[in-house]
């Protein structure tokens, strides 16, 4: 039998209180949240009424927003006897993030690889994903979380977590990951860096900074499924070695870890002969961009471009033309897939004579000067004494003539033939899963600083950061598929998560919040039974 506490009343917080008498002569409380002086110089303050004061008892009548503000939940139901929270924690995220690492797998991959830590690890994980890896507030957050599968950790000890993890067990975990997921799926591979204050990690050197920060950084390169949107394998290595260089190396790893039979989609910096060779070689096929200042690219686009803007040529699935063409490049039988954009075409153009409207000003000043760079003789034929020194510019309409008819093209390289070109650029467009993975790890995670000052506890918390970023990713595939919640940003959904608690009354009963409309459909959407939430409260007196 379900019994309710309206009417129930708490006594009055001794702090931050202030009482408003409405005109029906009851007595509300209002608590400051904060205290401010406005524009003005004036003293104000924000503050949100948390109930109304009992005429008898003289205590508080809460509302929702005293439970909010004060961590709890809705009152609970109860007996006659007067009963008062003993303790309150966030339920929602732990029990969804728990359903979540079973789904995936992660769960019993860690049993098997890290049979004393795993639950650790996945509580930490679970923490970096809520409120990320800044770690001196873990033990904050344990207070506030309802977690029964580990002890209450500090940030000591999850340095001394960080700092157990061995290479061979990171090694034994992706081989059983690799192994588990076992989709033959396309695979998205990119690098981004990873800034760092410490001067204790040797790996952290200067290099290019894709965040424009002024300090030394770590180079995270990481694989990425296509197809079922989770990340594969990462690794991590000096911020001074070229991304292209290392690539070589992270294949021949990835290899030995089970990823074999699989297409790479690579972005077009990662095309170099060595690269698309040591692919071959390797039995892996891969689609990448070519870079368009490439001598064969335009070769291709000007034996291609007649025959492009062809009804026949049309992928309507992406507004553009595309034609494929064999091809031998590196001593390789590839595929160059030749691509015409209208709204390309038409940025190109305005592009084009933005740029030769600025040569042509900078020429203009350059009068008597001695000598002028290559890229001005890309537009101008420009007459100089025999010493060099400049005497006069004319635009040079032929070559610009060629290069406006280029304007709109791209070519895509495959060594696959059996691709169409509307194949080959789905496949090549859905590669920025791996760009959203590195902001969700960066940002998301908040990975763009590393914050840790040994390599020990870096490569350890960069394993519990990919963790996270599995549950994240996961999530977020199976957010994006329900309509109602692609409005709602990823922060939003674990507030609302957040708000699920279980409250433990005086009497040792504990209560769960009244689920809303939108959190019953986020549990849905995330194949969280609702059953789960209860496992851990009195199901006479849980609410639902």
Same mark, same amino acid.
């Given at each position: 039998?379900?019994?309710? %506490?309206?009417?129930?009343?708490?006594?009055?917080?001794?702090?931050?209180?202030?009482?408003?008498? =409405?005109?029906?002569?009851?007595?509300?409380?209002?608590?400051?949240?904060?205290?401010? /002086?406005?524009?003005?110089?004036?003293?104000?303050?924000?503050?949100?009424?948390?109930?109304?004061?009992?005429?008898?008892?003289?205590?508080?009548?809460?509302?929702?927003?005293?439970?909010?503000?004060?961590?709890?939940?809705?009152?609970?139901?109860?007996?006659?006897?007067?009963?008062?929270?003993?303790?309150?924690?966030?339920?929602?995220?732990?029990?969804?993030?728990?359903?979540?690492?079973?789904?995936?797998?992660?769960?019993?991959?860690?049993?098997?690889?890290?049979?004393?830590?795993?639950?650790?690890?996945?509580?930490?994980?679970?923490?970096?994903?809520?409120?990320?890896?800044?770690?001196?507030?873990?033990?904050?957050?344990?207070?506030?979380?309802?977690?029964?599968?580990?002890?209450?950790?500090?940030?000591?000890?999850?340095? /001394?977590?960080?700092?157990?993890?061995?290479?061979? #067990?990171?090694?034994?975990?992706?081989?059983?990951?690799?192994?588990?997921?076992?989709?033959?799926?396309?695979?998205?591979?990119?690098?981004?860096?990873?800034?760092?204050?410490?001067?204790?990690?040797?790996?952290?050197?200067?290099?290019?900074?894709?965040?424009?920060?002024?300090?030394?950084?770590?180079?995270?390169?990481?694989?990425?499924?296509?197809?079922?949107?989770?990340?594969?394998?990462?690794?991590?290595?000096?911020?001074?070695?070229?991304?292209?260089?290392?690539?070589?190396?992270?294949?021949?790893? =990835?290899?030995?870890?089970?990823?074999?039979?699989?297409?790479?989609?690579?972005?077009?910096?990662?095309?170099?002969?060595?690269?698309?060779?040591?692919?071959?070689?390797?039995?892996?096929?891969?689609?990448?961009?070519?870079?368009?200042?490439?001598?064969?690219? !335009?070769?291709?686009?000007?034996?291609?471009?007649?025959?492009?803007?062809?009804?026949?040529?049309?992928? $309507?699935?992406?507004?553009?033309?595309?034609?494929?063409?064999?091809?031998?490049?590196?001593?390789?039988?590839?595929? =160059?897939?030749?691509?015409? +954009?209208?709204?390309?075409?038409?940025?190109?153009?305005?592009?084009?004579?933005?740029?030769?409207? /600025?040569?042509?000003?900078?020429?203009?000043?350059?009068?008597?000067?001695?000598? @002028?760079?290559?890229?001005?003789?890309?537009?101008?034929?420009?007459? #100089?004494?025999?010493?060099? @020194?400049?005497?006069?510019? *004319?635009?040079?309409?032929?070559?610009? +003539?060629?290069?406006?008819?280029?304007?709109?093209?791209?070519?895509?390289?495959?060594?696959?033939?059996?691709?169409?070109?509307? #194949?080959? %650029?789905?496949?090549?467009?859905?590669?920025?899963?791996? *760009?959203?993975?590195?902001?969700?790890?960066?940002?998301?995670?908040?990975?763009?600083?590393?914050?840790?000052?040994?390599?020990?506890?870096?490569?350890?918390?960069?394993?519990?950061?990919? !963790?996270?970023?599995?549950?994240?990713?996961?999530?977020?595939?199976?957010?994006?598929?329900?309509?109602?919640?692609? /409005?709602?940003?990823?922060?939003?959904?674990? %507030?609302?998560? #957040?708000?699920?608690?279980?409250?433990?009354?005086?009497?040792?009963?504990?209560?769960?919040?009244?689920?809303?409309?939108?959190?019953?459909?986020?549990?849905?959407?995330?194949?969280?039974?609702?059953?789960? !939430?209860?496992?851990?409260?009195?199901?006479? $007196?849980?609410?639902?």
């Amino acid at each position: 039998m379900q019994t309710t %506490l309206k009417n129930k009343t708490i006594p009055i917080p001794e702090k931050r209180i202030t009482y408003k008498k =409405a005109t029906n002569g009851t007595t509300y409380l209002y608590y400051t949240q904060r205290a401010y /002086r406005n524009k003005k110089g004036k003293p104000t303050s924000d503050e949100i009424s948390i109930g109304k004061k009992d005429t008898k008892t003289g205590n508080l009548i809460p509302n929702k927003n005293y439970y909010n503000i004060f961590q709890t939940t809705n009152p609970p139901q109860t007996t006659t006897q007067t009963l008062t929270p003993n303790n309150i924690q966030t339920h929602g995220t732990t029990t969804t993030l728990t359903q979540i690492a079973n789904q995936t797998g992660l769960t019993t991959i860690l049993k098997n690889t890290f049979p004393t830590t795993h639950n650790q690890l996945l509580a930490t994980a679970y923490y970096i994903l809520c409120k990320g890896n800044v770690m001196m507030y873990i033990e904050d957050w344990f207070n506030q979380t309802n977690i029964d599968f580990t002890p209450k950790m500090t940030d000591i000890d999850t340095s /001394r977590l960080f700092a157990s993890i061995t290479n061979q #067990e990171r090694k034994e975990f992706f081989k059983q990951w690799i192994k588990h997921r076992g989709e033959q799926e396309y695979i998205a591979y990119d690098v981004s860096s990873l800034s760092t204050y410490s001067n204790n990690i040797n790996i952290a050197e200067w290099g290019y900074n894709r965040d424009q920060e002024n300090l030394p950084q770590v180079n995270l390169e990481m694989y990425y499924g296509m197809t079922t949107q989770i990340p594969v394998y990462y690794d991590v290595y000096s911020g001074s070695i070229p991304d292209k260089t290392y690539m070589e190396f992270m294949m021949a790893t =990835a290899k030995d870890l089970g990823i074999t039979k699989v297409c790479f989609i690579l972005d077009r910096g990662f095309e170099t002969e060595d690269n698309l060779i040591f692919l071959r070689n390797q039995g892996f096929s891969f689609i990448t961009a070519m870079p368009s200042s490439r001598v064969d690219v !335009l070769r291709f686009i000007d034996e291609n471009k007649s025959r492009v803007r062809s009804v026949s040529n049309w992928i $309507k699935e992406y507004d553009v033309y595309g034609v494929k063409c064999e091809v031998e490049l590196f001593g390789l039988k590839l595929w =160059a897939h030749v691509y015409y +954009d209208s709204e390309k075409q038409s940025f190109d153009e305005k592009e084009l004579y933005a740029c030769v409207e /600025r040569l042509q000003s900078e020429l203009g000043k350059m009068s008597g000067s001695k000598g @002028v760079s290559r890229r001005y003789r890309d537009f101008f034929v420009v007459e #100089e004494t025999g010493q060099g @020194v400049v005497l006069s510019f *004319e635009l040079d309409t032929v070559l610009v +003539d060629v290069r406006l008819g280029r304007a709109g093209f791209f070519v895509l390289l495959c060594s696959r033939g059996d691709l169409s070109s509307g #194949e080959v %650029l789905g496949l090549y467009r859905g590669r920025d899963v791996v *760009e959203k993975g590195f902001c969700g790890f960066k940002n998301g995670l908040d990975f763009r600083r590393v914050r840790t000052h040994w390599v020990r506890t870096l490569e350890g918390k960069l394993f519990v950061g990919f !963790l996270a970023l599995v549950l994240r990713s996961y999530m977020g595939c199976l957010l994006r598929g329900n309509v109602e919640l692609k /409005r709602l940003t990823f922060d939003k959904v674990l %507030l609302e998560l #957040e708000k699920i608690r279980i409250v433990t009354m005086s009497d040792m009963s504990q209560h769960l919040i009244p689920l809303t409309k939108l959190q019953k459909t986020i549990l849905t959407t995330l194949k969280v039974p609702i059953e789960t !939430l209860t496992t851990k409260t009195d199901s006479k $007196k849980c609410i639902l």
